[in-house]
């Protein structure tokens, strides 16, 4: 069965600096997606950035960007020169071939002025 | 455009009570889904339909049942609450199953 862990509980990093969030997950399927989702205190879940597994370019928006390890069965997300409202919890996510989306337990991220 | 609303925002029930969530989407998407968030668990699938006529079990079904009335509309039916169900729900919608999905803002549910 496919699992997604999410290894870091809670993160701290200081605003203006880097930090990156762990993903590992477990499938024997070779074409899928992955995700990570932003939480903030709202609740509202918001799309960070999508990779999809037949792509060996690492997905990048704006300051986040993915280090995205087929072969490890790895999905780390990189947030740059951090900021206060980056501020949340941050999921990962898995999407099977029959479409089920598997989450991880998620990482609450701190941003210290 | 509103997204993906749900009704209501928050509700508290009676053990052995039914009540049913309500979910609607105005992006024209296709599939749909029902989670689940507790502490600690992040959010697991209980039902989800990948295309409007269609209705699949998730990770955690027992105990809930879901109606897709359309493509728009997307319902979730607790026939008879357990405190176990106390958890935050959100609807989500995407164009299409490997789509970024869009989610409700939850419904906060107790169950005493």
């Known amino acids: 069965a496919q699992t997604v862990t999410q290894s870091q509980p809670e993160m701290s990093v200081q605003e203006a600096e880097t930090v990156t969030l762990s993903c590992t997950y477990d499938t024997s399927e070779s074409d899928y997606y992955l995700f990570w989702y932003k939480q903030p205190p709202s609740r509202q879940m918001i799309l960070v950035i999508r990779?999809?597994?037949?792509?060996?370019q690492n997905a990048t928006e704006n300051r986040f960007s993915v280090n995205f390890q087929k072969a490890a069965k790895s999905f780390s997300l990189k947030i740059s020169d951090s900021q206060l409202g980056d501020a949340a919890m941050y999921f990962c996510a898995y999407r099977r071939r029959d479409d089920k989306i598997i989450f991880g337990k998620g990482t609450r991220l701190h941003i210290l002025p | 455009n509103a997204g993906v609303t749900q009704t209501p925002k928050f509700q508290v029930l009676k053990t052995g009570q039914s009540m049913t969530l309500q979910c609607a989407q105005d992006m024209n998407h296709n599939s749909m889904y029902w989670y689940r968030q507790d502490p600690g668990m992040g959010l697991r699938l209980i039902y989800y339909?990948?295309?409007?006529?269609?209705?699949d079990k998730g990770e955690v079904p027992n105990g809930y049942n879901v109606s897709r009335l359309n493509k728009r509309e997307f319902s979730l039916r607790l026939e008879s609450a357990a405190p176990s169900q106390t958890s935050v729900y959100f609807c989500?919608?995407?164009?299409?199953?490997?789509?970024?999905?869009?989610f409700g803002p939850g419904t906060r549910l107790t169950v005493l």
């Open positions: 339909s990948a295309s409007e006529g269609t209705t």
């Open positions: 989500a919608s995407s164009e299409v199953p490997s789509d970024t999905q869009y």
């Open positions: 990779q999809e597994a037949y792509k060996q």
